[in-house]
């Protein structure tokens, strides 16, 4: 709710406080224009959704995303393309969430993988966070209800007092629909507005002056 401020912020990481070139590769790749098409099959994808639940390896997922979408590459040619969809940290991201740790607990839930989060270790992600919900270490993906579940039972918080900040309507709808308070927000300046919203106001402020 506006103006309230949570007990809890979660991030989404790819698309909130990491730039994704995911999307855009996968487009022009299965010859998809539509972005929200692209989200909807990938999302549905039992291959991606393996992976992202630690069930399978690297190139067995990779294999089988490209017989699945009939995707003009080798599975290796796609691994390669793959590991390097998210492309840093967008500009303000660490001291965003470093502002909010200052009043709230701070965690993120993100569908990701054994992949990107190691190679994502030398940006320091872990380190951002008061908890960590990873889908591929859980065995649970987003929009999946059992995942949402899961996040507010570990955190012992109402999930109304949960706000979730993620790039996905898909996502953000099923956390809705759960009871979570939840916004689609796509890089650090619309999370920043949210955020705002949320009670986090002056801080806030004062994080984009001194950027």
Known sequence: MAGTRPQ??????????????????MQELAGIDD???????????????????GQCAGPEFASGVVAD???????????????NWPDGLHEGAVD????????????????????????????????MFDVTFLSYQLGLVKPDPEIFDHVASELGVDPTNIFFLDDNAINVEQAVALGFDAVRVQGVDEARG??????????????????
């Open 194 to 211: 949210a955020l705002a919203d949320r009670g986090f106001a002056r801080l806030i402020k004062e994080t984009s002056e001194n950027a």
């Open 35 to 53: 972005e929200a098409e692209v989200w909807r099959r990938w999302l549905s994808c039992e291959w991606v959704r393996r992976f992202e639940r």
């Open 96 to 127: 965003l969430v470093a502002t909010v740790r200052r009043q709230a607990m701070v965690g993120c839930l993100s569908n990701t993988n054994s992949i990107h989060w190691t190679d994502q270790a030398e940006w320091g992600l872990a380190g």
């Open 8 to 25: 809890v912020v979660l991030f989404d990481l790819g698309g909130v406080l990491i730039r994704l070139a995911g999307v855009s590769a």
């Open 69 to 83: 979408w009939d995707l003009p590459v080798t599975a290796a040619e796609f691994l390669e393309s793959f590991r």
